[in-house]
């Protein structure tokens, strides 16, 4: 069998990064698998409740992530997607797309994706004026009208951003009342530029080369349609879990942890959005990462394979 690391890391938003830094701290031999660096966190927009920074954007904290886990040399292979893992004799198999590696632990921080509308038109004008990312995609959207789909702390967050640079934004919740904390609220309900629909149902996008329009749904109201040029899904998440069969996952996919970040299967760990820990923040997926790398090494030390 090839080389037995100590311990491999999937993911490196602050979930993955911190595990890393505190595994690099005790020695570890341990390989990063990621998609990008950052994570969710990389396409957030301005972040005040992270200790240390009174204000910083999701991006400039991406890049902060990026330095300090560039300090420790720690081996990462980027945009190598995680297919499954397997167990045998003790030692965990993690496949990807490129390749198999083998390690004694696991610590599982793929965190979550976008979740989809799942209407007509969403996939035709994907990128072509429909995206899921405000911070990615919102400046090329200045001075013009666009939508945003949802009503939680993320459509909000979204909405905010746009309300700086687009002529107008239009919220569209299917639900009575939005959600989300309620600062986050405020600064909507109080921005010009902000008009929300609640109770309404987006039904289709509609356009021809790119995106003109949202078509909705609301009970007494009938449909209508709302043009716009920019299209921005914001309706939650889904965890990246489909290749963690091994564990035990709950209704939503969430991998199920214990206190110590201890999955169903000894030496696989999990932290940060995957999990089913119920607050999905910046601050408590890095938390919890720490948690399950210090697990982890008590795991290795507990089992003799250090």
């Known amino acids: ?30 390989l990063m698998l990621t998609g990008d660096v950052g994570g969710q966190a990389a396409w ?29 040399k720690i081996p990462m292979k980027e945009s190598e997607e995680v297919l499954s893992l397997a167990s045998a004799g003790g030692v965990f198999t993690v496949i990807t797309a490129k390749g198999k590696y083998f390690s004694n632990s696991v610590i599982i921080a793929s965190g979550k994706r976008s979740r989809e509308l799942n209407v007509p038109g969403e996939k035709e004008f994907k990128n072509k004026g429909l995206t899921y990312c405000a911070t990615c ?5 200045a001075g013009r009208e ?3 789909i949802g009503g939680g702390n993320s459509a909000l967050d979204a909405a905010i951003q746009l309300a700086r640079y687009c002529s107008k934004v239009h919220i ?11 600062v986050m609220r405020d600064l909507v309900l109080k921005s010009p530029a902000v008009s929300v629909r609640n109770g309404a149902k987006v039904i289709s996008i509609i356009g021809e080369k790119a995106v003109s329009a949202v078509r ?10 709302i043009p716009v040029k920019g299209v921005f899904v914001e309706i939650g998440l889904l965890p990246n879990s489909e290749f963690a069969s091994l564990v035990k996952r709950n209704g939503s996919g969430e991998i199920l942890v214990d206190t110590d ?6 030496g696989i760990f999990a932290a940060g959005d995957v999990t089913n820990v119920a607050e999905k923040q910046i601050i408590i997926a890095a938390g919890e990462g720490a948690k399950a790398s210090l697990a982890v090494f008590k795991y290795l030390v507990t089992n003799g394979k250090l």
């Open 1 to 30: 069998m090839p080389g037995i690391f100590d311990l491999i890391i999937i993911g490196a938003g602050p979930a993955g990064i911190t595990a890393a830094v505190y595994a690099a701290r005790k020695r570890l031999n341990l």
């Open 44 to 72: 957030s927009g301005d972040i005040e409740n992270y200790t240390g920074f009174n204000m910083i954007s999701g991006p400039e904290l991406a890049v902060k992530f990026d330095e300090h886990i560039k300090q420790f």
């Open 137 to 141: 995609d919102g400046p090329l959207f």
């Open 146 to 148: 666009v939508a945003v």
């Open 172 to 182: 569209i919740n299917n639900t009575e009342r939005l959600g989300g904390d309620e």
């Open 216 to 225: 909705v749904e609301k009970a007494g109201e009938g449909v209508s349609e």
């Open 261 to 266: 970040c201890a999955t169903s299967i000894p």
